[in-house]
């Protein structure tokens, strides 16, 4: 039989042995700075409650923000401790990163709907998912205003000969929408140049977008793998963000315009199975489009991965207007319009001219895609005009929020992304495909506008935007700056330097040079900008 004996200290023999460790003195260097007590605090579980399971006692949360807020003190007291080496202190930076991670899985565990390429090929496609009309997510919002301007003497054929001049007239109405529809006259049919040997051989590069992925998946993934990429390089999350392409998609394999012709509608084709299946519902056929890209989106069930060439230069592809670097009639009258993309951002009363350094953003860019191409939430560089032409091919769909609404807009997107507020710098690298759904449950308006060929679509400044493709399609595009972009590119120039972003463009120097142009007594050409009223004055 064990036998146990119970030791019991008396409070005198407690006060003898804490005299007694007063009296000894620490080791050199270990003495203590402050005095201090150490007290018991009763947490929200009770320490006498040791029966119960420990993994139940849940830890109080400590805030990034708290930890960061006391390593100061921390560094104050261990600089005092010269055996401590101080290059391993806790590094701040690498703490806020820890703070931007989104701590999710990157892997998708869903069936692949698309098998794309095969030993022999990267070019092929077996489409194994199929369209679910049931299941359809097509958003509930109203339309964008649609502008005829027609053949007849009417001041808005007048209007239309002029680019700026037109858009000034309609900017009242269809800036209130963000953005809108342009119909030309049927008797303007600027031919499609991009025809014969380009048609043929000219080749582009693609970019794989994968929809399942495009709600908030990619970009979590891609804000995971930006903050090991710095913490491994020991550099900062602003300086690789200079470095590097950020959250581009990942490269694709070339085409020629025939052969992507072909690859999109065999992917359509296949997709939704039968050749008639639009006319057996009494819908448009982009509407069946939409609704099945909106469920892909909200509520996947398959990987589908399409291609998309979207942003290609025109000086090195070509344009699909004529234009006199191509071997164009300098004297057609289409050659010369305002309303050719090349033309468009250097005509008269368009402050892009003054900037030479901005050949970028002066020249025409193409988009080539196919069924659910998507071109996901974003504004306009420095929030300029964008004007975008469609040549050819299936109908898209875009989605636009007013400018007035852009903060809204802005802080409903950081909402799906909370871990980006500590980096503003990286917001506008995002890749997000939101629903116009979510985004009206937030009170922000979004207007829909369906673009057909021959068709222009405006967007005004500052408005965020989206579209998609409903099948393959041509259409070019074009930056602008009528004086009524004014005060907001002042907005863009001050959000640019708050976020530590890179400029496309000198709002200055556009500002100066234009106003400079005016005083020349081209009063004709800046009429709106001079005068205490006038747009230079009010953005000086």
């Known amino acids: 039989m064990s036998c146990f004996h119970t030791v019991m200290m008396t409070n005198k023999d407690v006060g003898i042995k804490r005299g007694r460790a007063e009296e000894m003195t620490a080791p050199p260097g270990f003495a203590s700075l402050t005095s201090f007590t150490l007290k018991r605090t009763k947490g929200n579980n009770e320490a006498c409650n040791l029966a119960g399971n420990p993994n139940d006692i849940e830890p109080e949360p400590i805030e990034v923000s708290s930890k960061i807020a006391d390593v100061e003190k921390l560094q104050k007291c261990l600089k005092r401790r010269p055996w401590i080496l101080h290059d391993q202190l806790i590094n701040l930076e690498k703490l806020d990163r820890k703070h931007l991670k989104t ?3 990157g892997e998708n565990t869903l069936p692949k709907g698309v098998i794309r390429g095969c030993p022999s090929c990267n070019k092929c496609q077996k489409v194994v998912a199929h369209w679910r009309p049931e299941e359809s997510c097509k958003p509930v919002i109203e339309y964008a205003p649609v502008f005829h301007p027609t053949e007849e003497f009417d001041f808005l054929s007048q209007d239309f000969k002029d680019t700026l001049q037109y858009i000034a007239k309609i900017r009242p109405k269809a800036e209130e929408f963000g953005i809108c529809r342009i119909v030309p006259p049927d008797s303007w049919k600027p031919p499609f140049t991009a025809k014969g040997k380009q048609w043929e051989s000219s080749k582009f590069h693609t970019h794989v977008q994968q929809i399942d992925e495009l709600k908030d998946l990619y970009s979590k993934r891609k804000l995971d793998e930006t903050v090991e990429q710095a913490e491994g390089n020991r550099t900062s999350i602003l300086e690789l963000d200079h ?6 998609f990942e490269c694709g394999p070339e085409f020629t315009l025939r052969a992507f012709k072909g690859y999109a509608e065999h992917f359509k084709g296949h997709y939704f199975q039968k050749k008639d299946i639009f006319t057996e519902f009494r819908t448009s056929p982009w509407e069946n489009v939409e609704g099945e890209y909106w469920r892909i989106v909200q509520n996947p069930t398959e990987q589908i991965q399409v291609l998309s060439g979207h942003n290609l230069e025109a000086k090195f592809f070509g344009s699909g207007f004529p234009s006199t670097s191509l071997g164009g009639d300098d004297q057609n009258e289409y050659t010369k319009s305002g309303w050719n993309l090349n033309n468009t951002a250097r005509i008269p009363g368009s402050l892009l001219a003054f900037d030479h350094g901005s050949a970028a953003l002066l020249a025409p860019r193409l988009d080539v895609g196919m069924c659910f191409s998507s071109i996901c939430w974003k504004v306009e560089e420095h929030h300029l005009y964008s004007l975008s032409y469609m040549h050819l091919g299936a109908s898209r769909i875009w989605y636009g929020v007013p400018g007035k609404y852009h903060l809204n807009c802005e802080a409903a997107l950081k909402k799906t992304f909370p871990e980006i507020s500590g980096h503003p710098e990286l ?11 979510i985004l009206k449950s937030e009170g922000i308006p979004v207007y829909r506008c369906v673009q057909h060929p021959k068709q222009f679509v405006l967007i005004f400044p500052g408005v965020y935007y989206s579209g998609f493709d409903t099948g393959f399609s041509v259409s070019e595009k074009v930056n ?12 863009a120039a001050e959000t640019y330097s708050e976020r530590r972003r890179k400029t496309s463009i000198s709002y200055d120097k556009v500002l100066i040079e234009g106003a400079r142009d005016a005083a020349r007594g081209d009063f004709a050409r800046w009429k709106n900008g001079c005068g205490k009223n006038g747009w230079f004055y009010k953005s000086s």
């Not at 917001?427 to 759904?437: G, I, R, Y």
């Not at 602008?480 to 907005?491: C, F, R, S």
């Open 103 to 105: 701590n999710i899985s």
């Open 427 to 437: 917001f506008h690298k995002l890749v997000t495909q939101l629903s116009p759904s």
């Open 480 to 491: 602008l700056a009528p004086l009524d972009w004014l005060p907001h590119g002042q907005i």
């Open 243 to 248: 470095e590097s392409d950020g959250f581009e």
